[in-house]
């Protein structure tokens, strides 16, 4: 099985640095997988770790260490619009289809 | 942009009806994917579907679901005699399965069973 954890909530300042962090226990590692959720909405894809180290993709960078079983999701200049939920998604073994487990997800709130 | 499409975008039904939630996947993606999201709950994996069969589901997709790709375009779940508790947000995902990357998500139905 696979167990995810991540903090429920976040508040930050805008313009502030904040990060997400998500441990995970899986039986064998395929990648993990960082999604944001607006409320009411479809979660939409931020990066993809798949090898230990730092992916920076503007804003956002997310970092893996799989011998740790640790990622963080780095969110850079926060604007209001960032407020929303943060999934961690790791996808275990489980041969050629793509089906990650998400965890609960961070609700992160930046207020002015 | 591809986008992946689901109709309807919200859907009240009464309680031991039936449902069909429609998706129109990518064009060109091989996998397809149902997960359903209760209020307030994380996102949950119901069934992956490859080459016109179920590859994988979860203890959640008992014999009260079922899917199904009945055209080429179209990737459907029927719930039958729905309960109270199916009352949750459904996405419909699709991969490419050659990037092997990213899903991408439809906006989902938000299904309400009163």
């Known amino acids: 099985g696979q167990n995810i954890d991540q903090p429920t909530e976040m508040t930050a300042t805008e313009g502030a640095i904040v990060q997400i962090n998500c441990t995970y226990q899986?039986?064998?590692?395929?990648?993990l997988f960082w999604y944001q959720q607006h409320a009411g909405e479809a979660p939409t894809f931020l990066s993809y770790?798949?090898?230990?180290g730092l992916e920076e993709k503007g804003r956002f960078s997310s970092f893996l260490s799989r011998s740790k079983g640790y990622s963080y999701l780095l969110l850079k200049e926060l604007q209001m619009k960032d407020s929303a939920s943060y999934l961690c998604?790791?996808?275990?073994?489980?041969?050629?289809?793509?089906?990650?487990?998400f965890g609960r997800g961070t609700s992160l709130i930046v207020h002015p | 942009e591809p986008e992946v499409t689901q109709t309807p975008s919200h859907q009240v039904t009464q309680m031991g009806q039936e449902v069909i939630l429609r998706c129109v996947p990518i064009?060109?993606?091989?996998?397809f994917y149902w997960y359903r999201q209760i209020l307030g709950q994380k996102v949950e994996f119901l069934v992956s579907?490859?080459?016109?069969?179920?590859?994988?589901k979860s203890e959640i997709f008992d014999d009260q679901f079922s899917v199904e790709r009945p055209d080429g375009s179209n990737f459907t779940l029927k719930i039958r005699s729905t309960k109270l508790e199916d009352s949750a947000m459904y996405f419909c995902?699709?991969?490419?399965?050659?990037?092997?990357?990213?899903?991408?998500f439809g906006q989902g139905t938000r299904l309400t069973v009163v």
């Open positions: 998604a790791v996808r275990g073994a489980s041969g050629g289809s793509y089906i990650p487990t």
């Open positions: 899986t039986s064998g590692f395929n990648g």
């Open positions: 770790n798949v090898l230990d």
């Open positions: 064009s060109n993606h091989l996998y």
């Open positions: 579907f490859y080459n016109n069969e179920i590859s994988e």
């Open positions: 995902a699709s991969v490419d399965g050659t990037s092997d990357t990213e899903a991408f």
